[in-house]
């Protein structure tokens, strides 16, 4: 009786949410669920300052690899439905403890009204059932944490306990009644859509994914604000320790956080129970625990795709400057390769010490090839007779001309493997290949960094698969675009983007 209420009051608005549908927003898969609760939440925001320049955003649309049409009143009625839905998940959000799976609404992918609707028809039923099965797995054991503990735990939210700010956050180390510590991550910045957004993203990845490898939530908190509370990683970001004030990271460290990270990713991607592309990768992403294992955090912009789909495509720049991939600028392509693009540029960060953008913009993918430093690598050149990375990285100039020395951060000193440096560089090399089809996948880098070489075989026969259909348009074009085109177009999009951001 008050749903129905509810949708009566709804029903009124409903043709200004639907609009809504249709307009730029920051996140994916709780995107649609979540409008219409915004007001609902009523969070006490200090902050609503644009977000960081280092993060950008501009008008979005998005759509999928598939086509899509169908009945607008079957949309509204989703939305009408998940507009409910939400405003009963922030209540319950609200009353907490804990949250069972009964009581959550089922998450659904965000596909907009004009490019994806056929498919949204097909795909619903199915996702409702599939998912009423995954709610089960939900996290009733996270705690809904009242203000006055959070304020308590953070010493009420002072600046010393502060030890971390992103575009859209402010997070504070807390201890918990129990001694536990924690960090309490606020979101500041943005609109109340827009940190809504961002809040529901990422308990809606987060609940979804189970890794050693990937930051662990304990609760959140909705009073006074959007609050997620998470395990505290008490090295910080791997950003905080190759740029920050403390001592230069051991190369162990860094190939231990290097083949961690990866292997979180190669989770995400391939083996948890969705698809998940993160789309965020950046050394400030990446925590690191009290032994140094990797954890990948910030699911703000993290989409999930539906196993259907080859690839998502979206006209809104959002990610890290300096991580983005030649197909996101070009033709707003997001899919699994978008990740690998971005930890190849973190593997280089790891490498040399220097930040994908500098404090002058310079991009490290455009400082590295400028030095002329590359691999390019083409998987051909690595012979089946000798399967050891030697032989595969050996014609690349940089072990000729023994360039490592310029190549690697020069606070390792002679500090390093140089085995796992060269796998390192090689598989950096090949992650940030401008083509994203000749990308490796996830767990072929894991294999790779970990000394297995055997699934480059099967790149090098994927390569030559691609270079066959040369006589299509596609990879003509791709062959034409050299990477001397590729810098000049990195370049001019960074201007491009820089003036955006400056904008902003
Ligand atoms: N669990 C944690 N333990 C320790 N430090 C953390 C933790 N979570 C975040 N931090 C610190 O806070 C910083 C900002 O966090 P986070 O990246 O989640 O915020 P954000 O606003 O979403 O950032 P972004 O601009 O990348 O989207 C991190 O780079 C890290 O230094």
Redesign the pocket.
């Known amino acids: 009786m008050l749903e129905f209420y509810i949708m009566l009051e709804l029903a009124s608005s409903l043709d200004t949410e639907v609009e809504k549908i249709d307009q730029p927003s920051p996140t994916d898969a709780l995107e649609d669920c979540s409008k219409g609760t915004v007001e609902s939440i009523e969070p006490s925001v200090e902050s609503m300052e644009s ?2 320049i ?2 950008m955003e501009s008008a979005e649309s998005e759509s999928t690899s598939c086509k899509a049409s169908t009945s607008s009143d079957t949309e509204n009625q989703l939305n009408l439905a998940t507009i409910v839905q939400w405003r009963g998940f922030f209540r319950l959000l609200k009353k907490g403890p804990g949250i069972t799976p009964q009581t959550l609404p089922p998450l659904k992918p965000k596909l907009t009204r004009r490019k994806s609707k056929r498919i949204r028809d097909e795909m619903v039923p199915q996702l409702c059932s599939a998912l009423d099965a995954e709610l089960c797995c939900f996290k009733s054991t996270w705690k809904n944490f009242s203000l006055s503990e959070l304020q308590e735990a953070t010493n009420n939210f002072s600046h010393e306990n502060l ?9 504070y ?1 807390g201890q918990l009644k129990s001694g536990k510590l ?2 309490i ?1 606020r ?1 500041t ?1 943005g609109s109340t859509e827009e940190m809504t957004m ?1 809040f529901l993203s990422e308990l809606g990845i987060i609940v979804h994914v189970d890794h050693p490898n990937i ?1 662990k939530l304990i609760g959140y908190g909705v009073e006074g604000g959007l609050h997620l509370v ?5 090295h ?2 791997l ?2 320790l190759l740029y920050g004030p403390k001592e230069k990271l051991q190369w162990c460290i860094r190939f231990k956080s290097a083949v961690g990270a990866a292997e979180g990713l190669s989770y995400l991607h391939e083996r948890c129970q969705r698809r998940i592309i993160h789309k ?1 990768i ?1 050394a ?2 990446i ?1 690191l625990t009290e032994d140094f294992e990797a ?1 990948i ?2 699911f ?2 993290a989409k999930w795709l539906p196993d259907q789909w080859t690839h998502h495509t979206v006209s809104k720049v959002e990610g ?1 400057f300096g991580y983005l991939p030649p197909e996101f600028f070009m033709h707003g392509v997001v899919d699994e390769k978008t990740d690998v693009y971005a930890f190849g540029v973190l593997l280089l960060e790891l490498i040399t010490g220097r930040q994908a953008v500098d404090s002058s913009q310079q991009s490290l993918v455009m400082w590295v090839g400028s030095l002329n430093l590359y691999y390019n690598v083409h998987y051909s050149e690595y012979s089946n007779d000798s399967i050891s990375l030697h032989k595969f990285l050996q014609a690349k100039p940089l072990i000729k001309e023994n360039k490592f020395k310029e190549l690697a951060d020069p606070t390792l000193g002679d500090a390093y493997d140089l085995d796992q440096l060269n796998r390192v560089t090689g598989t950096a090399s090949i992650c940030i290949h401008q083509s994203a089809v000749n990308r490796p996948q996830m767990s072929q880098v894991v294999n790779i960094l970990k000394g297995d070489l055997s699934c480059l075989e099967s790149l090098k026969q994927h390569e030559k698969a691609v270079l066959q259909r040369t006589y299509s348009e596609e990879i003509h074009d791709a062959e034409e675009y050299n990477s001397t085109k590729y810098l000049n177009d990195l370049n001019r999009q960074m201007e491009i983007l820089l003036g955006q951001s400056n904008d902003v």
């Open positions: 977000r960081g280092g993060t030890i971390g700010e992103g575009g859209y956050a402010e997070v180390k924690v960090a991550k979101l910045r961002d930051a998470l395990q505290l990683s008490p910080g970001s950003a905080s965020d950046k400030s992403n925590l954890q955090s910030d703000g912009l890290t």
